[in-house]
């Protein structure tokens, strides 16, 4: 955790960003009291001042938010209007002052949900030109992996354009050695997750251009999700050979053996490279144990079909970031743990409370937007509307069919499928046998 002034910070907006894969349990993924998620970083706040103070900006992502069927067929409503419900009255019945939040946008592509809050006497009322976007990454651009975002600007002082603010919510290929996969998923992530073209930033609606914005073209952006970048420790390391023991998870209960095993993490080494997650920064996460992978039902024991990583990860960057010095970040991070009491599922929620800096004096009329280095350049994909909407469609076709299935086998899509199957056997030898009334004087 961050050293803070005690101070107050009344121009410095507090942004409260959670995650969690909830392991394809919809609305049975979170106990119905979320204090153990939401409310520490409430509590964290008291660092800032004398006075409790509550965050300006919550954003809750989920992956795996619900059955994969529920999710490629589009019966995701019942479900996030649920969560939305409930993380609303949870954050104001434990904010600090008791005070109101108001939703400033949804979205969910399948089972990939983000949900983002403003206070009431503020960053909500002060908000404008929300937007939010969606892309898959699976198999045929499916939405089974890949991204959704939301993004808004934020009026600043008369005569300025104020900032806007992005949030992307991930899910990346899974397994150990398909890392290339993933490299890949982000990229494409960057170049078919696009938003309306940045506005003339003089209050007006014209556009400077029609080329659609990346998530970089933003002036905070905040990357939260299941990422699933594993530990991969070279087979010379004395705890390779644990790796899938208890013996492995008793050694990550001490900090130093988790500083040290941060140099394995490849989400670290392929942002060194600067292959993914460029112009991005992330607090410590070695800090707090691996968010997965975890045995159901337990609050400190790991399962032994994996290697325990930090799958779930939290990262940031804002305008006044150098790309000079990228282990340096103006966001002061406050909070960057998991939360060990869900069991639910195999993973467990991480959550991160960030300061950002205030804004600069003599503040330009246009909205400031992310300074990346000279050797990156991100463009959209010219087929990034093509792909979305081929992966949509099948997403339907093979959601409908698989809960049709699911239907007929009373829950159970194998069960389903043994059903039709001989359902339809029955139908061919009844049409096909002889009539019974055959030959009949």
Not at 353 to 375: D, F, Y
């Amino acid at each position: 955790m961050a050293e803070v002034s005690s101070s107050v910070h009344p121009d410095r907006l507090l942004v409260q960003i959670a995650s969690y894969n909830t392991n394809l349990q919809g609305v049975l993924g979170l106990p119905q009291d979320l204090v153990d998620w939401l409310a520490p970083t409430l509590q964290v706040s008291s660092f800032l001042s004398r006075e409790r103070r509550a965050p300006d900006i919550v954003a809750v992502g989920f992956q795996e938010l619900l059955p994969l069927h529920l999710g490629l067929s589009g019966r995701s409503k019942a479900v996030i209007d649920n969560r939305d419900a409930l993380i609303l009255s949870q954050i104001e019945e434990h904010a600090p002052n008791k005070e109101a939040y108001s939703l400033i946008a949804k979205v969910v592509n399948v089972g990939i949900a983000l949900l983002v809050y403003g206070l009431d006497n503020g960053v909500a009322r002060r908000a404008s030109d929300v937007q939010t976007a969606w892309t898959g990454c699976g198999p045929g651009y499916m939405g089974n992996k890949g991204a959704v975002g939301v993004r808004f600007r934020v009026d600043g002082p008369e005569g300025t354009a104020g900032e806007t603010f992005t949030f992307v919510n991930c899910h990346l290929t899974p397994f150990d050695h398909k890392l290339k996969q993933r490299v890949a998923d982000y990229q494409y992530i960057v170049r078919s997750l696009l938003f309306p073209p940045l506005s003339g930033g003089d209050g007006d609606s014209k556009s400077q251009s029609k080329v659609p914005s990346t998530i970089y073209d933003t002036s905070h952006l905040f990357l939260l999700g299941d990422l699933n970048f594993r530990l991969e420790i070279p087979k010379t390391h004395p705890l390779s050979a644990k790796r899938l023991t208890q013996d492995f998870a008793h050694a990550i209960e001490s900090e130093k053996t988790r500083e040290e095993l941060k140099e394995f993490d490849q989400l670290t080494l392929e942002k060194r490279k600067g292959t993914v997650f460029v112009g991005l920064r992330e607090g410590d996460f070695w800090k707090f144990k691996c968010s997965y992978k975890y045995l159901l039902g337990e609050v400190d024991k790991y399962s032994t079909k994996r290697t325990p990583s930090w799958t779930d990860r939290i990262l940031y960057a804002t305008y006044t970031d150098s790309p000079d010095t990228p282990d340096h970040s103006n966001v002061t991070n406050l909070l960057y743990t998991s939360i060990p009491s869900y069991t639910t599922s195999d993973h467990k929620p991480v959550v991160s409370l960030l300061l950002l800096p205030a804004r600069t004096e003599g503040a330009p009329s246009s909205i400031p937007t992310l300074r990346l280095p000279t050797t990156y350049a991100p463009t959209p994909d010219p087929l990034a509307s093509v792909k979305r909407y081929t992966g949509r469609v099948l997403d339907r076709i093979i959601g409908i069919i698989w809960w049709l299935f699911t239907l007929l086998g009373a829950g159970s899509s194998l069960v389903g499928i043994f059903n039709f199957f001989l359902g339809l056997g029955a139908w061919t030898w009844w049409k096909v046998k002889p009539g019974t009334l055959e030959g009949v004087v």
